[in-house]
Every structure is written in structure tokens, then in C-alpha cells.
């Protein structure tokens, strides 16, 4: 959707005019029939709404202990259960959706901005420049996501804003890889060679000719990337260098959740549902968004 | 409807049923596609009724979108949804083919029925060799083995005039041209020796001298073979040089089918007449080329009467109303058209004018605007930094380290004079658009000299560069593809104006109103985005675009190839009444011999990488010639049936520019060569009469003028020859 807004108009005023909006309709319409991206888009609206007003839906404090409460199988007072300190399971899933959230948005966002310029930048420029920053892309490439981000995070200490800035390096080179094909393929239009023969520079050629027409497939790869982002975090708060106790992590819920599995299945069950469902909501938008997204095949008809 | 169809198949059916001792191969018989949208399905072919014997040739003709391409995969079953045959029948060889399941058409398609389509760029599997692509037909239809299919895919190659046959079979798509591809794909096509060639636009992308000769090897293999072909284009003269029967489409109807003579001589249906008078003669002077104006109808809004009753000059009220009409057979002869007039029209005359004097003269005593001296433009043949260097042993001895090079542009001299329009005609490959490039300086020329205004070019800085861009301008082939899909047309010509301050705000706003008007286009349109605009619209926008900033030359780089005839002919009026306005310079570059005789004062022949002619129109198109700028003028096909022209086929093909002849370049192909001379030394470009006209050669110029003119008259060639 932003994409659509993007070729917006700062000249005119910000009054969209009728062919914009027409090109807006037609994007939404052509997105409303598209069942994956409706889906998706359903399940991360839902996804933020909770989120955002995680304070109102839960019932409990994400804290409130109650000994004679421990480990309750589902009931009307608490849905999804309670744990092993009495605590609401429901609640700190709400809650949690917010960490699970800022982390996936977060990272992807600061990989985003420096992948897709660092990307774009690299295929335009071609030749060494291109060689040298895509052999680096390569080498962090070649780690594990999750193995370089538990480096990365004994050397930085565990912390959110740390899981944040580990994974948004840990994902950077994918939309560089992503941004830098669309851009190859971009840069032998003849857009480009239209604007070099009108005189422009070649960084108002990379932001303003190329980069709008690589947005495409960059969001989409931003937003399958979310969805990693959002289990790797709980990846590494399972593995106790994410969100610290008493934090509501879905990882960390989980890992807690693993030595009750026999006598208290929700602990894990219910944590693990949320991680599964955000993680398909954003694959689907995703996907959804790839196929709706594609400005040649709309150009052609 | 179904009435309406079952009546006009009948005619048909009848007529076969006659001569069904000896059935026709195809018959096609009231063939209706559709293709479903989310309101209502389009019809994109209907009712399309005709017959085609063994050996025969059929045309279909018409504009883009007219409902050639997909009558012609509906022959073949090859329509996707959403597309459907919803009607009709295909007899192919007494068979209905519709009848057919996939795995019998399977066996068919490539083998009976062979297809030769019309993009050459995504026709062939990108990742497979093209010799791949070749053996993978013959070995599907044909027992042979792998050797032997891998020598019958080199003949094949080498029949369709690619050369290096042996060494280039296993080169991928990619590395061959476009015009290089495409003949790719008629090897494949010929590759099993089918009954029928459906010929999707084959010589659409070629070039004149190799459209000659694929029309020529079409015609021979037909007569060895009895092939029937069924030849879809858009280019009558291809269909007056080869098809027996013609077949004229429009918005998804057949509009008339005659005889190739009769069509020509009187066409029955207005649209035809039409479409043969789009096309600029070249023995006539124009003030303006003829053009058909207006533009097929939307084929999911047609008018309520005749389809083509809005652009047709005789239309009259009953034309408006009542439905499209039914193609009946018209007169005595065997023409059928679909026009409830065909009876009373007599179309017999063209309707072009044809008065004027042509071009004005050029004032040539001032300085030219722009100068062109010894450029240079050498790529390194191969990737890398190392790719080109080669080890070679020529004549015994050490090896020698070697580096070579593709020569794109080898020592090209030219200038152009304010208010002039200096074409640059070639095939594929012969450097005309790297000369666009390298003059530019878009590319970055290898040695020589390019002076604007007297500023050189070659030797300023790239902020100079820049700011010099104001003065030239270029217009690329694809308007789609030179346009940004993600700005609206006004921001794309308004950046121009702002990048070198002619105008920003409002007086911006204006200007680009007014330059789109000025172009034939609402004013209104510049909210528009490209994809909202037709391929001539689109090509309107890049014109804008270029003058936006005033420019004093522009550079134009096939700016027609990719459009409709009847397109082309408004965007060249365009580019003349522009140039008579504000007194621009064009460097035109096209391989449309035609176009170039419309729209130029001085044109460049060249021949790999260098200028083998050089001089006026009417020098160019008169003796003396270079035996090049002969052959190539006698490729060109004319939409006259009757008219033939000894037409100089050339041996073999243009050599690889790593490799270039000795001598002189076009000596391994010259049907005029002399002897060692020629393969010994380089020809200078020289004056033969006045000093404007300068030909490559080392004939004489007696030698050089054994043909008269290809653009006098024919009256006056008969005086001519009397005296």
C-alpha cells in the first residue's frame, strides 16, 4: 500500500489526483481478490490491534502471581490457563504479542532501510563497488541467522533493543540481496538511460528513478522477513538471550512452558499457537503482496 | 448470434463440401475465442471463416490487437485461460483439431503444425543453448540420434542465415541479437518439415535484407515441401510479396478475404483500402504521410454497428446501427468482405495525397550544429577484466598475447546542420544505435571527435556533460520501457524542465499542459501514469519529454519500429511539424528504408560499424550506389503485388565485428567484389559527382550506376530511358 502511495504527490499539494486514486482502487481491488493477502492482512491487523490495546484485553497484570492458582488447566477465568507461578497465560500472551511485534517491525525496519539502500545503490552502481559489497553481504549471509544474532548478543548483552539491532543485521543482507536484483533489472530500462541523457546525477537517478520501481519487491521481502524476525526472536528468548524474566516473550513462555509439558501442556501450547499464527500472517501477506504487487503485469494490460 | 454464425459458416462449408475430393488442409469454419474478464467475456475472435490449401499462403493482416495472433493459437489450441474457444471448428487435414485431446495435439504441435512466434525475446528458453532448443523438437517428433539431430539443427541454423552455425549452436539465447533470435526460432520452426506454418509477425523484427531472405526461403520451402503457411503480419508488403490469399482482420472480425491481386487492385472493405494507403510509397513525395486516424475500438466496448463504421470515411447511418455485418462474398470474383456497402464502393483508387515537393532544402553554408569526426566505439569481447585476451599463433612462432575487441563503431565521420535530419540506416548489429549512444556520450567513446555547437563533446567533464544535455535530446525505441512506471507522465516532463531550470511551479504546470497538447494529447493527461497510454500515446509522451527542455538536436532511436503502420505515420508527421516549428535537428536511426526516405535530408548507409554511404535522399536512392545501399533498397518489399523488383540477395551473412573482413567489410559479401583490391584495401569514403554524396568502394562510378533510381517514377524512368 505504500508502495501505491509512494509515486504520491509532494508537488501537488498532497491531493491525489484521479488517475492516483485510480491506481489505488485498482490496487485494492486487485488485493481484495487475492485471498492469501486478505488473510494475512486480517491476521496482522488483528495482530496489531491486540498489540496495541494488549493493556484493555488482558484480564490480569502480565506480573499478578497467585500461589493457589498454579498451573489451572483452561477455565472461564483464565482461557488459555495459568502457569507455573499462577499467572494468567492469556494475558501474557496479549501482552507478549507486543514484544513479538516490536522486535519483528523493528528489525526488519532498520534492515530495510539499510538493505534496500545499500542494495539498490550496488546494482545501479555495478562492477567493483557492486563486487565488494555483495561478497560482504555474502559472508554475512553465510551464518545461521540465529547462530550470528547469539553471537552477536553475547557481545552485546541480552537485551531487547540488542535482539532488535542483532537481527535487523542478521536480516540486512536478504533485502540487500533482493533490492540489488530488482535494481539490475531496473537499471537496464530505458527510464534510466532517458534520465542520464536528460543530465541528472546518478544519485538522483538511484533514489528517484530507480528505488520507486524496486519498492516492490523489497516490501515483500520485508514482510516474509517479519515473520523470521518474530521466531528468531523467540529463538532467542527460548534460549534466555532475548526479552529477560519476568518479560512476556512468547520464546521465553515457551522455554519456561518446556518443563511442564507432561503436567501443564498450555504453558507451551498456547505461546507456540500465537508464535504460529503470527508467523503465517505475515508469510501470507507476503505472498499475497507478491502477487498483487507486481507493477509489469498490471502495466501490461 | 449463434444463427448469425451458423449463416456465415455456411458458405464455407458448402464451398468444401464441393471440392471435398480434395479437401483444403485447414478450414476453419465460424472460429469463436473469448476471454472472460470480471464483467463480461471479450470476444477477441469471432466468426472467423477461411480455408487453406496445401502449399498455399495465406495473410492474416492488421492492426495490433485486430485478433490475428490469437486466431492464429486458437488453430493451434494454444489459448490459456482465461481465454476459450467458445465456437467453430478447425479442420486440419479433415480432422477437427478442436475435437482432439491435448496428447494428440501434442503430437501435432511443432511436428504437423509448426509455429513460428512473434517475440523473439521470450520465445526461447533462456537457460537452455539454442541448439538445445532445436534437437529438443526434431528428437520429439523425429527418431533420430543425437548426433544426427545436432547436425540437422546446424543445417537448419545455418539455412536461416546465423552465422558461425557450428560454433554458435551452443550459445544461449541471450547472446544472440534480436533479429538473431528470431531466425532461432524459424530453424525451430522449419526444424521437422510441417504441413503448415502458422508465421506469427516472422520478419517483423528482422531486418530488410534478411526479411528478404526469410521470405524467400519461406517461399522455397513451401514449393519443396508443399508447406501451406499461414503468414500473420502487419506489413502488406510482406503479404504482397509472398501470400496467394489474403485475410484482413479487424477487432476480432475477418472484414475480407479476396485473392492477393484483387485485394490489392480493388479492395472490397473500406479498412483495407485504408490500411494500403497507411503505407508511405517510396517513389511518391508526401507533404505528409497518409494515416488512418483513430484507433481500433476497446473489444469490450464495441459500437453498437459496424466495428469499423467510427474511422470509415463512407460510413453512413445504416453503417451505425444494426450490428456488425456478416463477410459475404462480394462482386464476381472470389472476395468476400464484410461491409453492407462492399457492393456499391468502388475502392479501387487510393485516397492518399500524394502533392508536394517533398523535404525543403537545407541551408548547408553555416556551421553545422553538430559534428561527428573518426568516432570510435570498441567493446571488449568478453567478460572481465582479462575476458578479451586471447593467445594466437597466427603464421607459426610464439604465441602473442592478443586483446580484442567487438569494433561496434569504426572510424564514423558525419555532421548535421540546424534544421536537419541526418538518418543512420543499417541492419541489426551494424553500430547505428551505438553511434546514438557514443555521440551522447552516453556511452563513452574509444577515440574520435564529436563536436556541438563547437564544444567538444568527447573532451568535457560530466558536470559539463550534464548541463550540455539540455541542447540534445533522445527518443528510444520501446516508449514503454523509456518511460517510468512509477511517475505520472507530468512529472516525468515537468523533472526535465525543473533538472535545467526552465520552469518550476505553476509556469512548469503550464508548460507541460501545453507541450502535451502539443503532442496530440489532452492536457489533462500529464496525471496520468504510462500504463494508462498506448504504445503511439506512450511514444507522444517521450516526444514531450524530449522537447521539454528546448533541445536543439534530438536523437531518435528507431522511434517508430515498435509501433502500428498506422501509427507510425502520425508520430513521423509529428517529428516534421515539430522540426518545421522550432527548426530542430534529428539524428534519425532506423532500419525502415521507407520511413527513412519520409523523414530525412541526408542519410548514412552502414555496414559494420562503418558508413559505406553517405549523401542525400535522392543521391542515396539514385546511382551511382554502394552495392550495400543497392541490395538493401532492392529488399524492400512494396505493398504492389505486381511490382517486382530484382531483388540482390546477398550471400551469407554479416561477419562478426571481433572479426571484421580485411579490406573492404562488405567484400565477403558483395555480389559487385573485383578481386584482391577489395580484400586488400579499406575503401575511403569518397565524393562521386558533387562532394555531398560520398560512397566506400572501389568500383567506378560507371560501374556503381547500372540501376537507375529506386524512387524516380516509373514514367519518368521510361522517358528517362528512351532519351
Known amino acids: 500500500m505504500a508502495v501505491e502511495q509512494h509515486g504520491g504527490s509532494e508537488e501537488d499539494g498532497g491531493f491525489l489526483s484521479e488517475s492516483q486514486k485510480e491506481r489505488i482502487r485498482a490496487f485494492a481491488k486487485k488485493f481484495r481478490s487475492n485471498t492469501k493477502a486478505m488473510v494475512g492482512l486480517v491476521i496482522v491487523l488483528s495482530l496489531i490491534f491486540v498489540a496495541v490495546f494488549a493493556p484493555f484485553i488482558a484480564p490480569y497484570e502480565m506480573n499478578d502471581t497467585s500461589v493457589e492458582d498454579r498451573t489451572q488447566a483452561p477455565s472461564v477465568e483464565h482461557p488459555f490457563g495459568t502457569d507455573d507461578l499462577g499467572r494468567d497465560i492469556f494475558s501474557r500472551v496479549v501482552l507478549g504479542s507486543r514484544i513479538s511485534l516490536y522486535v519483528g517491525f523493528g528489525a526488519i525496519s532498520g534492515a530495510l532501510l539499510v538493505g534496500a539502500v545499500v542494495g539498490v545503490v550496488s546494482g545501479y552502481a555495478g562492477g567493483l563497488t557492486d563486487e565488494i559489497i555483495m561478497r560482504v553481504m555474502d559472508a554475512a549471509m553465510a551464518f545461521p541467522p540465529v547462530l550470528l544474532a547469539l553471537t552477536l548478543l553475547v557481545v552485546l548483552g541480552p537485551e531487547l533493543v540488542n535482539v532488535i539491532i542483532a537481527l535487523a543485521f542478521v536480516y540486512t543482507p536478504y533485502i540487500a540481496r533482493v533490492s540489488r536484483s530488482a535494481a539490475l533489472a531496473e537499471r537496464n530500462e530505458a527510464y534510466v538511460e532517458s534520465a542520464v541523457a536528460r543530465g541528472e546525477s546518478d544519485t538522483r537517478i538511484v533514489f528517484s528513478e530507480v528505488f520507486p520501481n524496486c519498492m516492490a519487491p523489497i516490501l515483500v521481502q520485508g514482510s516474509l522477513n517479519v515473520s523470521f524476525a518474530i521466531l528468531a526472536e523467540a529463538s532467542l528468548s527460548f534460549l534466555g538471550l532475548g526479552a529477560q524474566p519476568p518479560r512476556p516473550s512468547w520464546g521465553l513462555m515457551i522455554n519456561t512452558g518446556r518443563g511442564f509439558m507432561e503436567t501443564a501442556p498450555w504453558m507451551l501450547l498456547f505461546p507456540a499457537l500465537a508464535i504460529g499464527i503470527a508467523v503465517v500472517g505475515f508469510n501470507m501477506l507476503g505472498d499475497g503482496l507478491r502477487d498483487v504487487l507486481d507493477p509489469k503485469v498490471e502495466a501490461i494490460e | ?723
Do not use: W
Open chain 2, 1 to 723: 448470434m449463434s444463427a448469425q454464425q451458423a449463416e456465415d459458416a455456411d458458405p464455407v462449408a458448402s464451398s468444401t463440401a464441393d471440392s471435398s475430393a480434395d479437401q483444403p488442409l485447414l478450414d476453419v469454419r465460424g472460429l469463436r475465442t473469448e476471454f472472460r474478464t470480471e464483467t463480461e467475456p471479450v470476444v477477441a475472435s469471432n466468426r472467423v471463416s477461411f480455408s487453406l490449401e496445401r502449399g498455399d499462403t495465406m495473410g492474416l493482416v492488421g492492426e495490433s490487437g485486430a485478433g490475428k495472433s490469437v486466431t492464429a493459437r486458437s488453430i493451434m489450441r494454444l489459448i490459456d485461460p482465461p481465454g476459450e474457444i467458445t465456437d467453430g471448428q478447425v479442420v486440419f487435414d479433415g480432422e477437427d483439431l478442436l475435437q482432439k485431446s491435448e496428447k494428440e495435439m501434442r503430437d501435432i504441435r511443432g511436428n504437423r503444425i509448426a509455429m513460428i512466434p512473434q517475440d523473439p525475446m521470450s520465445s526461447l528458453n533462456p537457460v537452455m543453448t539454442v541448439g538445445e532448443q532445436i534437437i529438443e523438437t526434431i528428437r520429439r517428433h523425429q527418431s533420430v540420434s543425437k548426433s544426427e539431430a545436432r547436425r540437422l539443427a546446424i543445417e537448419s541454423m545455418d539455412d536461416v542465415g546465423i552465422p558461425d552455425a557450428e560454433e554458435r549452436i551452443d550459445d544461449y539465447p541471450h547472446e544472440f541479437s534480436g533479429g538473431m533470435r528470431q531466425r532461432v526460432l524459424v530453424a525451430i520452426g522449419f526444424s521437422c518439415e510441417p504441413d503448415l506454418i502458422i508465421a506469427d509477425e516472422p520478419t517483423t523484427a528482422l531486418d530488410v535484407t534478411t526479411q528478404a531472405k526469410i521470405l524467400d526461403l519461406l517461399n522455397e520451402m513451401q514449393e519443396r515441401e508443399n508447406t501451406a503457411v499461414l503468414m500473420i503480419t502487419h506489413n502488406l508488403g510482406v503479404v504482397a510479396q509472398t501470400c496467394d490469399h489474403v485475410g484482413v482482420m479487424y477487432a476480432g472480425n475477418l472484414v475480407e478475404t479476396a485473392e492477393l491481386d484483387h485485394l490489392f487492385e480493388r479492395p472490397r472493405h473500406p479498412y483495407t483500402r485504408s490500411l494500403i494507403d497507411s503505407i508511405p510509397e517510396v517513389e511518391t513525395e508526401y507533404d505528409e504521410l497518409p494515416t488512418l486516424d483513430g484507433a481500433m475500438p476497446d473489444l469490450s466496448d464495441l459500437p453498437s454497428g459496424c466495428n469499423f463504421a467510427p474511422r470509415c470515411p463512407h460510413a453512413t447511418e445504416a453503417c451505425r446501427s444494426g450490428g456488425d455485418p456478416a463477410l459475404e462474398g462480394v462482386g464476381d470474383g472470389s472476395s468476400r468482405a464484410a461491409c453492407i456497402h462492399a457492393d456499391d464502393l468502388d475502392l479501387s483508387e487510393s485516397t492518399a495525397a500524394k502533392s508536394g515537393g517533398g523535404r525543403r532544402e537545407i541551408d548547408r553554408s553555416g556551421e553545422p550544429l553538430f559534428e561527428v569526426r573518426n568516432l570510435k566505439k570498441y567493446f571488449s569481447a568478453g567478460e572481465g577484466l582479462l575476458g578479451n585476451v586471447r593467445l594466437s599463433r597466427e603464421g607459426g612462432g610464439l604465441p602473442t598475447i592478443e586483446r580484442r575487441y567487438v569494433k561496434a563503431v569504426d572510424d564514423v565521420s558525419f555532421d548535421i546542420y540546424p534544421g536537419e535530419t541526418v538518418g543512420l540506416v543499417g541492419e541489426s548489429g551494424c553500430g547505428k544505435s551505438t553511434v546514438a549512444r557514443t555521440v551522447l556520450r552516453l556511452l563513452e567513446p574509444t577515440g574520435g571527435e564529436v563536436y556541438f555547437e563547437g564544444e567538444p563533446i568527447h573532451d568535457l567533464g560530466s558536470g559539463a556533460i550534464r548541463s550540455l544535455r539540455r541542447e540534445m535530446q533522445i527518443i528510444f525505441q520501446d516508449p514503454h520501457s523509456s518511460l517510468n512506471p512509477r511517475k505520472p507522465v507530468g512529472r516525468i516532463i515537468g523533472r526535465a524542465m525543473e533538472r535545467h531550470d526552465i520552469a518550476t511551479g505553476e509556469e512548469k504546470r503550464q508548460r507541460v499542459r501545453e507541450l502535451l497538447e502539443r503532442v496530440g494529447l489532452s492536457g489533462d493527461a500529464a496525471n496520468k501514469y504510462p500504463h494508462e497510454f498506448s504504445g503511439g500515446q506512450q511514444q507522444r509522451v517521450a516526444i514531450a519529454h524530449a522537447l521539454a527542455v528546448e533541445p536543439k538536436l534530438i536523437v531518435c532511436d528507431e522511434p517508430v519500429s515498435a509501433l502500428d503502420v498506422s501509427v507510425q505515420a502520425q508520430i513521423l508527421n509529428l517529428l516534421n511539424e515539430i522540426q518545421e516549428e522550432s527548426n530542430i535537428s534529428y539524428l534519425f536511426i532506423s532500419h525502415n528504408i521507407g520511413v527513412v526516405r519520409h523523414i530525412c535530408d541526408r542519410v548514412a548507409v552502414m555496414y559494420l560499424g562503418k558508413i559505406a554511404e553517405f549523401g542525400r535522399i535522392g543521391d542515396i536512392f539514385s546511382a551511382p550506389f554502394h552495392p550495400y545501399t543497392e541490395s538493401l533498397l532492392s529488399a524492400v518489399p512494396h505493398a504492389d503485388p505486381k511490382r517486382k523488383t530484382d531483388r540482390i540477395l546477398l550471400e551469407g551473412s554479416v561477419p562478426s565485428p571481433i572479426d571484421p573482413p580485411s579490406g573492404c567489410p562488405f567484400q565477403t559479401r558483395c555480389p559487385k567484389k573485383i578481386g584482391d583490391v577489395c580484400e586488400q584495401e579499406v575503401p575511403e569514403l569518397e565524393a562521386v559527382g558533387d562532394d555531398d554524396h560520398r560512397i566506400s568502394c572501389h568500383l567506378s562510378v560507371a560501374e556503381m550506376s547500372e540501376r537507375d533510381s529506386f524512387i524516380a517514377p516509373r514514367e519518368k524512368r521510361e522517358v528517362a530511358g528512351s532519351d
